[in-house]
């Protein structure tokens, strides 16, 4: 029965979905390289030597980042508030969970959390660090990839006047900054494994200038722009 039914999936989405990849591969989601090769690269880096257990992934959207870790082996939940930031969609890669990480409904433990390019839009990010944290087994790790300038937070930079893009975002996209970090670790019993800077635009702030293609390997004394940082739960 089970084969019978993944043979009719197949034929139903070959039928149905090929004019829309089709579409997709003509207009692809972001139509300039970007940031995600950097953090998926540092993620998966970590992920194949040091997870041996279950994935939380949060905020996935759209993307099929979920199901490349399945594809590697990982066993993956993968949760979203599907009513927030994208209004409602469907992810046809991976099952997606609709559940908000500032109040999750889900109390699974989990060796290994991602938060890829997500922290940054959710107002609440001391909430969702705590819970994350909650949410994982002693000694069990987080990746978190965000805009990030070592000395300066914006709330906001789509707000800011020298903004690249973003003035009419339906959503907030926050630069971290050291402070926030800190208030992470003060919260919680999180330690930093590891931390990378990366220059993605030529200004000062997070989408001020032209874009840096690909990302360069910088320090916190040197332009950035985006962090990829690793932290781990202590044990009990």
Request: proline share 5%; with cysteine.
């Amino acid at each position: 029965m089970k084969k019978i039914i993944l043979k009719t999936y197949d034929m139903i989405g070959s039928t149905y979905l090929s004019p829309m990849l089709n579409l997709e591969q003509r207009k692809r989601p972001f139509p300039k390289i970007n940031e995600r090769a950097t953090e998926y690269t540092f993620t998966l880096n970590h992920l194949r030597h040091l997870c041996t257990g279950k994935v939380l992934d949060i905020g996935p959207g759209k993307s099929s980042w979920p199901h490349l870790l399945s594809t590697c082996g990982f066993e993956v939940k993968a949760i979203d508030k599907m009513e927030g930031y994208w209004g409602s969609y469907f992810n046809r890669h991976y099952k997606i969970y609709n559940d908000d990480i500032t109040n999750p409904k889900t109390d699974e433990k989990f060796q290994f959390s991602t938060c890829l390019s997500v922290l940054e839009h959710i107002p609440d990010h001391r909430a969702a660090i705590k819970n994350i944290h909650r949410l994982l087994e002693p000694k069990g790790y987080l990746i978190l990839t965000f805009p990030y300038n070592e000395k300066e937070y914006s709330p906001d930079i789509y707000k800011h006047p020298n903004a690249g893009y973003g003035q009419n975002a339906n959503f907030i996209t926050q630069v971290y900054s050291r402070t926030q970090i800190d208030e992470w670790l003060s919260d919680t019993s999180f330690k930093i494994i590891d931390q990378e800077y990366y220059k993605v635009f030529t200004g000062e702030m997070w989408t001020m200038g032209e874009r840096v293609v690909p990302c360069e390997q910088t320090t916190k004394s040197e332009l950035h722009h985006l962090t990829c940082i690793l932290l781990q739960k202590r044990g009990s």
